[in-house]
C-alpha cells in the first residue's frame, strides 16, 4: 500500500511539473540577482536578509531552520518579520524588527517553480549578537582604592558575564595596555542558553613605582559600541625620602631685614611625610603640604639681629618611619648700627673750644665713624670699640676743635657706616653762634603783576641768619602799618593782607629788619598794580525814528577800567561787530573807551534788543548795558507759508497765516481763482454731504471760507484741491502767499486680471491697476503666503502693477494678492488666481494603497490627485474598466474638487464577493496626460501602528500627546497608551476608546518627572505593534498658584446702583427665570418619553472629541456623588489655563483609565447621579457645526447636552439652534446666560491585577456632558 502512494505521488509530480520544466526557445529562466548570506546583527537591531529574483515566476516565501514561513508578505504570527521590496521586481528581502536570541538561525529563500521554471533555494545564517551583561573585578568595589605595602602581591580577577560569542578582555595600567605572564583566562558557561562568561585572572608584585596607578580590565565584544570596563586605584605604602633644606647655604651672609624662606622638601612616601620646622629646637611651623610626590614645608620670615647664629632644624616623618629623618643649618646675619647719637654744647661764640661726642650702638660688623662740619670732612677724630648684644658691636668717636667766625650756626654730622652692608646711619647736631640779620625778602607778590580789585593779597617779609632773630616792621607810602610777625630758628617773617582798592593802584609798601647785633636796618619795598572792571556802560541812538530800509547808529561808552575794557556788541545772543572810536585816561590810572555800531534795518530787527558789554579781560568781568529797537515795517508772516498743504479726503484743514506788521492793524484778503473766499458758517451740514460720498468726500457740498488769517476746510473734497492767495497789507505795503491745497484720498482697485491660465514654461502675466493719492510704486505690493517672488518679474507705470511670473510649473499654481496701501483709509486688495497647466499627479501615500471591507459590506476606495485643467478619474481591475457606469448596481465612482487643482475620487464596490479583492488601479487625467496609482482591496485585517506620536503639551501633572493614525484594517481602531517613568520598567496603559480620536492627556503623574511614552493600535481583528518608544516628556517642577476666590468683588458697586436699574435686573431676572422653568419642564417630559421607549440599539454615542484651535482653557469640577475606586469615569481634558503655551485643547469623552494594568472580564456598568459642571466660555465641537456657522458666532447662554442616545438635545422653541449630524437633529438650547442644566453620566468598573496589557472595552460611554456659556 505505503508502494502504491509513492509511486501515485511520483506519478501526480510528473504530471504537474515534468512538462513545465521545458522552456520556450530562448526564454531566459527565474535565477537570483541577490542570494541570502550569513550576517551578523546586535539584539534589538533591525536585520535585513537580502532576497532579489530575476525573471521571476514562482512566488517566493521564506523559511527559518527549515520551518516555512508562508507567502504573505506581513508574515502572519511573526509580527516582528516581513518581507520589504518591490516585490513586482522581485525584491523580496526579509526583515526582522528588534531581533532577538530567537532569530539566530537559517534563513532560505524559497522560490517556487512556476511555467516550466525550477524551483529555486537560496540559504543564510544570521547569527545574533549578545553584549556581555556585566563585568566586574571580583571582590573589589568599583573604583575601590586598594592600599597594599611595597613589594607585597595582588591578584586580580575580572569576571565579564552572559556574551555571544565570548568576549576578549584586555588590562590596562593608567590607560596604556599591559601584557602580564600572570595571566590566566578561564571560560565558563553561563547559566542563560548560548551565552558565555569569561574569567581573566592577573598578580601584580607592587613598588613604589605602582603608587597611584589604576588598573582596569576593559570587554570588547562586536555588539557593544565601546568597551565597558572595571577598574581599582592602588595604594603603595612607604616611608618618605630625606629631608632636603633649600633657601640657605652654608656659611652664606644675609642681611637683616630681608625676607627669607627656608624650604624643606621629602620626596616620596605614602602616606607623604610630615614636615616640621624648628628654631633652636622650638616649633616654629607645622604647616606642610604635598606637591606632586613630595611633601613640602615653607617657613618664611623677616630676619633680624637675633637670628645671628640661630639654628634652624626640618624633620620628616610618617607611619612608616621608626626615628624622624632630620636638616639643619646655622644663619650668620649682618646688620646695621641700631642707632648713632652726637652730644655736645648748645652754643658759642667766635674763638670758643668746643667737644662733640659720637656713640654708634649694635653693629655686625663694627660700624667706622666719620665727622662732617659745615660740609666739611674732620678725619682728626678719637675712636674706640666694645663688643655688645648677640654678636654686635659699639663705636665711640669725639671730636674738638674751635669755634670759627661764621655768619650762621655750625652742624655736625656723624656717620656711622657698615661697610659690609654698605649701610649709613647719621646724626647731626647744631651749634647756635651769634650773628646779625641777612637783608629781607618780599613773598606773595611780584612786582609789576596785576591784582583784582576787591581781593585780598598776603605779601610776607622774610630775614635770613640774624641771631637772635630779626625784628620786621612794615610800611605804605611811608605810614607805618600791623603785620602778623613769626621766628623760627634765625629765620624772621611780618605778613600783610591787603583788600585791592582802585585806589591802591600805584601805592607803594616797604619791609625794614633789624636786631641788637646790627648796625642799622635792611628792607625791601615793592609797587601795587590793581586791576578793576568798569562800573557804567551808556548807550546812545541816532536817528530817534527808525525806519526797515534806512540805517542807524549806535554809540557804547564804558566807565573808568585798568586794563582798558573790550567792547563788544550782541543781538540777542549773536555777537556783532562794533567800530573803535576812541580811549581816554581817567582816575586811578583807569581809561574809558567809546565805541559805535551801524545797523542797515529789516522788519526782523522790529522789537530786537541790542547789548553793549564792556568787560576787563584781565578780570573777566563785565557791565552791560540794552536798547530795544522800535522799527516800522510792511507785514511778514510769522512763519513761512507751506508751498504744499496735504490733506485727506473727508478731513478738515484749517491754515493760519498770521503776519506782523508795525504799525498795525494787517488787514488779511483770501482768494481762489481771483475771487474772494466767503466768511465762515458755524454749521456741520458738511459732516453729511461727506456722509453720503465717504470714498470722494462729498459730491460738491464742502465749505471754504476765510477769517482774517485763518483759511477753513470742512469736509474735503478732491474739488477742493488747488491754489489758494492771501494779500496781507498795513500802511508801510503789502505782502502774498500762494498755497496749493493738495487732497489726498485712499486707493481703490480699477482693474485686475481675471483667472489666469498658462502652460507648464510659459509666463504667466498678472495685472492690477489702481487709483489713490499718494499713489507710487512702494505702495502697490503682490502678496501670497510661503511663495518665492525672486522667480518673478514685477513693473510699476501709469498706477499699474504687473507681476509675470516666468516659466510658470504646476508649484506656481495658487491665489495671487495684489494689496495697495497709502495708509489712507483702509487697505485695497484684490484676489488673482493663477493656475497652471499639467498633468495630473497621484498622491502615493501608504494610508491609500490599502483599502479593506468584510464581505458583503461596501468597499470604498479612495485615489487623490492634482492637475490642471480638469481631473477625471477611471477606475480598471485586471485590465477592465469598471467606473463607466455599466454595473451601476455594483460599482460607482465619486469624484469631487477639494482645491484649486485638487481633486478626490472615491470608488465604491457595493455587496463584496470573495473574488472583489485584489488590484485597483485609478487612473487620473486630463488633455496633458495621465497617472495611475494601485490600491490593493483586501480582507479586514489588523491595524497598522500609529505614526509621528509626539508630545504637544505638559503641565505639572498633565503630558498631553498626538499621534497620525495609520491604516486601520478597514475595521474601526481604537488607540492604547503605555507608559512608564525613567527608573521603572513597568508600565501603565491606558485605552482610548473613542474612535477618530489622535490626541489625548495623560493625567494624575507626578511632578518634575520625566515619562517614557508609546502607543499601539488595535481593532477587532487584532493589535499593531508598539511605536514611539521612546517618546519622552517631563513634567513641570512647579503646580499653578490656587486662585483665591474674591468675593466682595463688585460689592461697593452694586450698593450704589440707582432704584431704577435695581427695578429693571429684578424684571429681567424674573423673565429669565420662568424661561429656565419652561425649558426644564421640557426637557423633563423628552427624558419621560425617552425611558419609555428605550432604543433597540445598545451602540456607544458619538463622542464630543475635537482639536480646537485655540479654544479657551477648560476646568472641571467634579459632582458631589464620586465614583468607586473600581469606577472607570469619563473626564474632558484640556491644558492648565495658566499655560499660555497652548495650541489647542481636545474636548474629549474618551474614557478615563486606572492607575494599574487591568484583564478583561465582565463589566460593571454603574450610573452616577451627580452633577458636572463646566465654565462658561466654550464654543461646541467644531465638527458638529453646519460649514456656514462658525464656533465664533454663538452667544454667551448658549447650552447643549449631549445623551445616551440622541447626540445633544433641548426644547424646541424661538431660542433653539438645531444641528444636524446625518439625517437625526440635534439642538442646542439658548437659555439665557447662566442656566445650568444637570447631565447623568454612565461609567464603566473594572477589575485590576498587577502586570498584563489586556484591554477591556468600555461598551458605552458618557451618557451625559454639559456645556453652559
Request: charged share 25%; hydrophobic share 30%.
Amino acid at each position: 500500500m505505503q508502494v502504491v502512494k509513492i509511486l501515485l505521488l511520483g506519478t501526480f509530480c510528473l504530471l504537474t511539473y515534468g512538462g513545465e520544466n521545458q522552456l520556450a526557445s530562448g526564454q531566459q529562466r527565474q535565477h537570483f540577482r541577490n542570494q541570502p548570506e550569513d550576517q551578523h546583527v546586535v539584539e534589538g537591531a533591525v536585520a535585513l536578509i537580502k532576497c532579489e529574483v530575476g525573471n521571476q515566476k514562482g512566488r517566493v516565501q521564506w523559511a527559518k531552520d527549515g520551518f516555512v514561513l508562508g507567502f504573505n508578505r506581513t508574515i502572519p504570527g511573526y509580527p516582528r518579520y516581513e518581507m520589504v521590496g518591490d516585490g513586482i521586481n522581485g525584491e523580496h528581502h526579509l526583515k526582522i524588527h528588534n531581533t532577538t536570541l530567537h532569530d539566530d538561525a537559517d534563513y532560505q529563500c524559497q522560490v517556487g517553480p512556476a511555467d516550466g521554471h525550477d524551483p529555486l533555494r537560496a540559504t543564510g545564517h544570521l547569527t545574533v549578537l549578545l553584549a556581555p551583561t556585566s563585568i566586574e573585578l571580583l571582590g573589589r568595589g568599583r573604583e575601590e582604592v586598594i592600599e597594599v605595602n611595597e613589594g607585597e602581591e595582588i591578584t586580580l580577577e575580572c569576571q565579564v558575564e552572559d556574551a555571544k560569542p565570548v568576549a576578549m578582555v584586555r588590562w590596562y595600567k593608567n590607560n596604556e595596555e599591559i601584557h602580564l605572564d600572570s595571566r590566566v583566562d578561564v571560560e565558563k558557561e553561563s547559566s542563560q542558553r548560548r551565552r558565555h562568561t569569561l574569567v581573566s585572572k592577573v598578580t601584580l608584585r607592587l613598588t613604589p613605582a605602582d603608587d597611584g596607578s589604576h588598573y582596569a580590565c576593559h570587554a570588547e565584544h562586536p555588539a557593544l559600541s565601546q568597551p565597558i570596563a572595571a577598574s581599582v586605584k592602588i595604594s603603595v605604602l612607604y616611608p618618605p625620602g630625606p629631608p632636603m633644606i633649600t633657601g640657605y647655604t652654608a656659611g652664606e651672609t644675609i642681611r637683616a631685614g630681608e625676607e627669607r624662606t627656608l624650604s624643606c622638601r621629602s620626596r616620596g612616601g605614602n602616606p607623604l611625610g610630615r614636615v616640621v620646622w624648628y628654631r633652636n629646637n622650638e616649633i616654629i611651623d607645622t604647616t606642610d603640604r604635598p606637591i606632586g610626590a613630595e611633601s613640602v614645608n615653607e617657613y618664611k620670615f623677616i630676619v633680624d639681629s637675633a637670628d645671628n647664629g640661630a639654628v634652624f632644624t626640618c624633620e620628616v616623618r610618617n607611619k612608616l618611619t621608626e626615628k624622624p629623618l632630620l636638616a639643619s643649618v646655622k644663619l650668620e646675619v649682618q646688620f646695621p648700627p641700631d642707632k648713632v647719637v652726637v652730644s655736645g654744647p648748645t652754643q658759642s661764640r667766635v674763638g670758643e673750644n668746643v667737644t662733640l661726642t659720637c656713640v654708634v650702638e649694635n653693629s655686625n660688623p663694627p660700624a667706622e665713624v666719620s665727622w662732617v662740619v659745615d660740609g666739611q670732612p674732620r678725619p682728626e677724630a678719637t675712636t674706640r670699640r666694645e663688643r655688645a648684644g648677640p654678636g654686635g658691636w659699639h663705636t665711640v668717636s669725639r671730636l674738638e676743635l674751635s669755634v670759627p667766625a661764621v655768619d650762621r650756626d655750625m652742624m655736625f654730622t656723624c656717620h656711622a657706616t657698615n661697610q659690609a652692608l654698605g649701610e649709613t646711619k647719621v646724626d647731626t647736631y647744631m651749634l647756635s653762634v651769634l650773628r646779625p640779620p641777612l637783608p629781607p625778602v618780599l613773598h606773595g607778590y611780584s612786582e609789576g603783576s596785576g591784582i583784582r580789585v576787591g581781593s585780598q593779597q598776603r605779601i610776607t617779609c622774610v630775614s635770613r641768619g640774624g641771631n637772635p632773630p630779626a625784628h620786621l616792621q612794615w610800611y605804605r607810602d611811608g605810614q607805618k602799618i600791623p603785620s602778623r610777625k613769626h621766628s623760627i630758628d634765625d629765620v624772621s617773617s611780618a605778613e600783610i593782607e591787603i583788600v585791592a582798592e582802585p585806589q591802591d593802584n600805584g601805592a607803594q609798601y616797604r619791609c625794614e629788619a633789624h636786631n641788637s647785633a646790627a648796625s642799622s636796618p635792611v628792607s625791601v619795598s615793592t609797587t601795587l598794580v590793581v586791576f578793576f572792571p568798569p562800573e557804567t556802560v551808556k548807550i546812545s541812538q541816532s536817528p530817534r525814528r527808525l525806519s526797515a530800509g534806512s540805517q542807524a547808529i549806535l554809540t557804547c561808552e564804558s566807565g573808568p577800567s585798568n586794563p582798558a575794557a573790550t567792547i563788544t556788541w550782541f543781538r540777542g545772543d549773536y555777537r556783532m561787530a562794533g567800530r573803535l572810536q576812541e580811549t581816554s585816561s581817567s582816575l586811578n590810572g583807569g581809561t574809558r573807551v567809546t565805541n559805535v555800531l551801524a545797523l542797515n534795518l529789516t522788519a526782523a530787527d522790529d522789537g530786537l534788543t541790542y547789548s553793549c558789554q564792556a568787560k576787563n579781560t584781565a578780570l573777566q568781568k563785565d557791565v552791560t548795558q540794552s536798547v530795544t529797537l522800535h522799527v516800522n515795517y510792511a507785514p511778514t508772516f510769522l512763519s513761512e507759508p507751506p508751498d504744499v498743504v496735504d490733506v485727506v479726503v473727508g478731513e478738515s484743514e484749517e491754515l493760519n497765516l498770521t503776519a506782523r506788521a508795525n504799525p498795525g492793524p494787517v488787514i488779511y484778503t483770501w482768494t481762489r481763482h481771483g475771487l474772494p473766499l466767503p466768511d465762515p458758517v458755524i454749521d456741520d451740514s458738511w459732516r453729511d454731504t461727506y456722509a453720503q460720498h465717504p470714498d470722494m468726500g462729498g459730491a460738491g457740498g464742502s465749505r471754504v471760507s476765510a477769517e482774517g488769517p485763518l483759511l477753513y476746510i470742512r469736509g474735503v473734497t478732491v474739488d477742493d484741491a488747488g491754489d489758494y492767495e492771501l494779500e496781507a497789507t498795513n500802511q508801510e505795503g503789502a505782502t502774498v502767499a500762494k498755497v496749493y491745497l493738495n487732497v489726498q484720498y485712499p486707493p481703490t482697485i480699477k482693474y485686475t486680471s481675471e483667472m489666469v491660465t498658462v502652460s507648464e514654461g510659459q509666463d504667466a502675466h498678472l495685472e492690477c491697476a489702481a487709483d489713490g493719492n499718494p499713489l507710487t510704486e512702494a505702495m502697490m505690493a503682490w502678496r501670497r503666503d510661503d511663495y518665492d517672488f525672486t522667480k518673478t518679474e514685477q513693473i510699476f507705470g501709469g498706477k499699474k502693477a504687473t507681476l509675470t511670473v516666468l516659466r510658470a510649473n504646476r508649484n506656481d499654481t495658487g491665489v495671487f494678492t495684489c494689496e495697495v496701501n497709502n495708509s489712507i483709509g483702509k487697505v485695497a486688495t484684490a484676489n488673482i488666481t493663477l493656475v497652471v497647466k499639467t498633468k495630473p499627479v497621484v498622491e502615493r501615500s501608504q494610508l491609500l494603497d490599502r483599502a479593506a471591507a468584510e464581505k458583503g459590506k461596501r468597499g470604498e476606495l479612495r485615489c487623490l490627485a492634482e492637475g490642471a485643467p480638469d481631473v477625471s478619474f477611471s477606475w480598471k481591475r485586471d485590465g477592465l474598466l469598471l467606473s463607466n457606469g455599466a454595473r451601476p448596481d455594483k460599482y460607482e465612482n465619486e469624484t469631487v474638487r477639494t482645491g484649486l487643482v485638487s481633486w478626490a475620487s472615491t470608488f465604491y464596490i457595493r455587496n463584496v464577493h470573495e473574488d472583489d479583492y485584489g488590484r485597483y488601479e485609478c487612473i487620473a487625467e486630463n488633455e496633458l496626460g495621465a497617472s495611475t496609482f494601485t490600491v490593493r482591496f483586501i480582507k479586514p485585517t489588523r491595524p497598522d501602528p500609529p505614526l509621528s506620536l509626539k508630545v504637544v503639551n505638559t503641565t505639572h501633572d498633565t503630558v498631553t500627546l498626538a499621534w497620525k493614525p495609520g491604516f486601520d484594517g478597514g475595521k474601526t481602531q481604537y488607540f492604547r497608551l503605555r507608559y512608564r517613568t525613567k527608573d521603572s520598567t513597568s508600565y501603565q496603559y491606558l485605552d482610548v476608546y473613542e474612535a477618530g480620536v489622535s490626541i489625548y492627556t495623560v493625567t494624575d503623574l507626578s511632578l518634575n518627572t520625566e515619562y517614557y511614552f508609546s502607543i499601539m493600535s488595535y481593532n477587532d481583528r487584532g493589535d499593531s505593534e508598539y511605536r514611539g518608544e521612546f517618546v519622552r516628556a517631563t513634567t513641570r517642577s512647579e503646580a499653578p498658584p490656587t486662585p483665591v476666590p474674591s468675593s466682595n468683588v463688585g460689592k461697593e458697586a452694586s450698593t450704589k446702583l440707582p432704584g431704577l436699574w435695581v427695578v429693571i435686573i429684578v424684571l429681567v431676572a424674573t423673565a429669565l427665570l420662568a424661561l429656565n422653568v419652561s425649558a426644564i419642564v421640557c426637557i423633563v417630559r423628552r427624558r419621560r418619553n425617552k425611558r419609555a421607549s428605550p432604543p433597540t440599539k445598545k451602540t456607544p454615542p458619538p463622542s464630543v472629541s475635537s482639536t480646537m484651535a485655540k479654544a479657551m482653557p477648560l476646568s472641571v469640577t467634579q459632582g458631589s456623588d464620586q465614583a468607586s475606586s473600581k469606577s472607570t469615569t469619563n473626564t474632558m481634558y484640556a491644558p492648565s489655563s495658566y499655560n499660555d503655551t497652548v495650541v489647542g485643547e481636545t474636548l474629549s469623552s474618551i474614557s478615563e483609565k486606572s492607575r494599574e494594568s487591568y484583564t478583561q472580564e465582565d463589566s460593571v456598568v454603574d450610573y452616577e447621579d451627580g452633577p458636572q459642571y463646566f465654565p462658561s466660555g466654550h464654543a461646541p465641537p467644531a465638527h458638529l457645526l453646519p460649514a456656514h456657522f462658525l464656533p465664533g458666532r454663538l452667544v454667551p447662554g448658549q447650552v447643549f447636552l449631549y445623551d445616551q442616545y440622541d447626540l445633544l438635545y433641548g426644547c424646541v422653541s424661538p431660542r433653539v439652534l438645531e444641528i444636524r449630524i446625518g439625517a437625526k437633529p440635534h439642538l442646542f438650547d439658548l437659555p439665557r446666560a447662566g442656566d445650568s442644566l444637570v447631565a447623568r453620566k454612565k461609567t464603566t468598573r473594572r477589575k485590576r491585577e498587577s502586570g498584563g496589557d489586556r484591554r477591556g472595552h468600555a461598551g458605552s460611554e458618557a451618557a451625559g456632558s454639559k456645556y453652559q456659556y
